[in-house]
C-alpha cells in the first residue's frame, strides 16, 4: 500500500540518515557503560535461579557482593566465574548464596591465563542460557506452523489485568476464545521501579500482576493449550521496561514471550528513570529480544497523552525513527518492530478524524515492513462509555483503512474501571464489526493528490525532520533535558537508577554482548 | 422542586436503563433472572432489551424500566467544590504574584499501597483524562515520592522539601487499611509540627467519603473523579486565598 500520500524518497531518506546521527552518541554510551541490571541479566542466563528468603533474587545478593568487592566496571563474569573456580563450587547459584553470607571475595584474576580460564567458563555458562532462548524460538516457529498466524491483519491485541495469576489465567484465554491474537499481561503499578525481578506466581498485584519467570512460564502454558484448541497461535505480551529491562528480556527469551513493550524512552519520561541507565539497559534487551525472535512494542502514544496530539504529531514520527535506528543498531529486523502510535487527537477538534487519518497513514508508508502497534483513546475517553464506544469505533476504521499491523483494542470504559468481562466483549464486537464491515475498504482509500491528508503527512514529516536536525546539532540527552518528548524535562544526570550505571573498564567483559554482537 | 424521579421521556416516567452480567449460560431462564435482579432492584415493570452470550456461562444484559424511587435533592449530602476553578496559567500566575516563590507539593502513596494511580493522576505531567498534572505548573515544585511510603519518610520529606502542601494517595482498603493510614499520618504531622508550621494535608483515593475530613485530621479529601486543577486551585485557595 506504498504510494498513498507522495512522500518524497529523497526526503524519507533524509529522516533516516538524521535519525540514525542523532541516535548513534546514545549508541556510543551504551557500547561503553553497563548497568547492574544487564549483568544480573548475564547471571540469569548463567543460570542464577531463586530468592532469599526476603525475595531478594540471588541475582541481586551476587551482584551485589562483586560490586562491593571490585565494582561493576569489569563486568560481573569474570570476578564469578573466577571465583568459581577458586571456591570449586560448580553451581552458580550456591556461589551466590555463599557470596550473600559473606563466604567469597571476588577479584579480577591477576594473570592473562586465569581470566581467560573464566571468560571461557562464563562463555560456556551463558551460551547455554542463550541455547535455551534459541530453542524456544524454534519452539514457537513449529507452533505458528502448526496452528497458524491470525487470518486477519491487523492482529487484535487484549489486556488483561487482575493482579493475579491465577485469575489472568481463565480471563486471558477467555479473551482469546473471543478473538485476541495477542495477550498482555499488565504489570503492577510500581514494578518498573523495582531494582529487583520478583520470583515466583504472585497473586498480589495491584491494576496488574508482577512480571516473574515463574507468571511468564505459567500464562505461556495456557495460551499453549488454547491455541491448540482454537487453531491458532495466541501470542502473549508483556513490559521490558522499568529498571530491570534487561533482565526481564531475558526472562521473556527463556520463556517464549513473543512480544514486548520496549520502548527506548519511555522509563526516561514516564518514570523518571535515568536517560543512561535506560539506554544502556535498552540496547541489551532488545539484542536478547532480537535473539528470541521477539516483536517489541514501542510507546510512542504516550507522548501522545501529554502533549497535544496535532502539535505533537512530529515527536511520534521522530521517535518512531529513533526507535527504529537504535532497533536496527541491536539486531531486531522490521518484522519485529510494533512501532507505536495513538488516536489521541481531541475529538472537538474539527476534521480530528482527517488527520488521525493522515498520521496514521504517514507512519504506515514511512515503516512498510514494521507490523507498527496503534493504540486506541485514552485521553478524551471520559467516563462517557457511548461516546467512548463510538471514538472506538473510529479508531477501529482508522486501523483497518491505513493497514496497521497491531490493534489494541480500546475499552469504552477506559478511565472507568478495568475492564469487566462484558466491556471486553463490547469492544471485540466493535473491533468485529468495522473490521469486517470495511473489510478491503483500504483498496478505496486513496487520499486525493495534493489534499488535506497528503499535505498534512508531508507537513507532520518535514517538521519531523527540523526536530531531528535540532536534535543533532543539540545531542538526544540535552533533547530529552529539556522536554522535547512528551514535554517532560529529564536531564541525564538525574533520575532514578543512576548509581547503578558503570562506565567500562579496558577490561570489561561480557559473554552475552559477545555472543548476541558476534 | 425537592422530589424528582429519574426522566426518560415523560416527566416522573422513572425510566432507567442498566446493564450487567450474570454469571449464567444464555437461555430463558437467564433472561428470567436478569428481570428478577431488575425487579429486585426496583425497577417494576422491567422489560429486558438484550441478552447476548459471552464465553462459557456469562451473559450480558441491557434492561429498561421503571423505578418506584423519589430522590429528595434537599436531602442530598456532598462537599461542594468552595474555591474557584482555575487554569493553570492563572494557578501559577496567582502563586508567582502572591507567593513570591514556587508553592511545595509533596505527594505519595503511603502504608503498604502499591498502588500509584492516583497520586500520578495528579502529580505526574501525563495527568488524566487530558489535564495535564501539578508537575506541569510551572509554579508548583512537586517532589513525589511514590509508593509504600512510610510516614516518618513522608513526615522527613515534607520538611526538608519545606512543604506547603502534603498529598497522599490511599487506593486500597482492605481491612480499613485507607482510614488508618490516613489518621496515623495526620497524627505524625501534628506531633512532629507546630500547628502554624504544618503543611496543608490533602488525601485522595476512591473510597474515602469527603465528609470525613475532620475525623481523619486532615485539611481536604478528594474522591473520584478528582482532576489535578481542582488540586492546584485548591492548593491556591487554602494557602493564598482569594486568586486577584
Redesign the interface.
Known sequence: MAGKLDLDPRVVREARALAARAGQPVVDLARSHTTVSVERAVLRLAGVRGADSDGIPWVNRLVDAVRADVGLEHGVAVPVFHAMRGTGVDDITVLAQKAAAGAVRFGVPPKKAEATAARKLARRATNDGLKVIDRRRAERDRLIKRYGDPKQRPWIYLIVATGDILEDIPQAQ?AA??GADVIAVIR???QS?LDYVPEGATREG??GTYATQENFRLMRAALDETSKELGRYVRLTNYASGLCMPEIAALAGLERLDMMLNDSMYGIL?RDINPIRTFVDQRFSRQVHARAGIIINTGED?YL??ADAVEAAHTVTVSQLLNEFFAHEAGLENWQLGLGHAFEI?PELPESFRLELAHALLARELFPDAPLKWMPPT?????DVFRGNLLDGFFNLVGALTGQGILLVGMMTE?VVTP???DR??ALQNVRYVLTGAGNLHEDFVPAPGGFIQQRANAVLGEAIDLLAKIVDDTLLTAIADGTF???KRPADRGKGLDGVAKHAEDYYNPVTEALEA | MSIVRPYGDTTGDGMVQLSFTLPVPHDKRAEGAAVQLANKMGMDPALLVHAKPMGDGFTFFVVYGRVSHLVDTDQVQVVERDYPLLSAKEVNAVIKRRMRRRLNVVGACIGTDAHTVGIDAILNLKGIAGEKGLEYYRELSVTNMGAQVSVPDLVETARAQKADAVLVSQVVTQRDAHLQNTRAMSAAFREALPAGKRPLLIVGGPRFDELMAAELGVDRIFGRGTTPREVASYLVHALIGSPH
Do not use: Q
Request: aromatic residues 10%.
Open positions: 477467555a476464545r473471543a503492577s503499578t510500581g521501579l495491584f491494576a514516564f504516550n497523552t501529554t481531541n485521553k478524551h475517553m471520559t467516563g478511565a469487566w468481562l462484558s466483549d463490547i512528551g514535554i517532560m
